[in-house]
């Protein structure tokens, strides 16, 4: 079948389409991800497994599927930003060492950081320390603290000072915000159409299309 438009192919669905109305999974065919999901129905899904959750694309509304083998920790939608880590306590200066918990390669230079409460959970939502403001990232009015440097294990810089007590980092990119709360248990309204890139859907045994893109 030809295609005259990518933008519809892609976006909206024009590789396929399923129908449910049990509370089991739709799982995309080869290649493809549910790119919409349309409820036809109120609905309550179980399982809404984004497409790269801690990874290097973006992520999108969420539900942990905690049912085995596929389960992904940590995996709710621009929550905790690209990745999160504790800090050491103490007053660090703005360009003195800052010691987190454990290195990560998902930490770069000119990233912006947001200091929060160590306890902030998925269903609690962070508490932003006044001293990292939160971050306008264009425009004139450009703000936040940002990574100066970064060794590749435990100690990095930033361009302001901090004074951590029993908190952390949070760290934002291009495609990782912060956050961001588990779906689990909300009820989408019938009528509703949401669009994302999902791997797998569970919902609850009311009506929902889902439509495939690439």
């Keep these: 079948m030809g295609q005259n438009s990518t933008e519809v192919a892609y976006g909206f669905g024009q590789f396929g389409s399923a129908y449910t109305d049990l509370a089991k999974p739709i799982v995309p065919p080869t290649g493809l991800v ?16 984004s497409e790269k959750l801690q990874g290097t694309g973006p992520s999108y509304i969420s539900i942990q599927d905690t049912s085995g083998d596929i389960q992904i920790a940590n995996n709710f939608a621009n929550f905790n930003g690209v990745v999160a880590r504790d800090v050491s306590n ?13 290195p990560s390669d998902k930490i770069k230079v000119g990233q912006y950081v947001l ?45 302001a000072q901090i004074t951590p007590s029993t908190q952390g980092l949070i760290f934002l990119d291009e495609f990782h915000g912060a956050g961001g709360l588990t779906a689990s248990s909300q009820v989408f309204p019938a009528g509703i159409t949401i669009y994302g890139r999902w791997t797998t859907f569970t919902p609850s045994a009311a009506g929902v299309v889902c439509y495939f893109g690439k």
């Design 34 to 49: 549910i790119t919409a999901i349309t409820f036809l129905a109120d609905n309550t899904p179980t399982v809404l497994q």
């Design 90 to 102: 103490g007053t660090i200066a703005a360009g003195a060492d800052v010691t987190i918990a454990t």
């Design 115 to 159: 200091l929060v409460a160590a306890g902030d959970t998925d269903t609690t939502g962070i508490s932003i320390d006044s001293e990292t403001r939160i971050p306008i990232t264009t425009g004139p009015l450009q703000r936040g603290v940002k990574v100066v440097s970064y060794d590749g294990a435990t100690t990095l810089t930033l361009d």
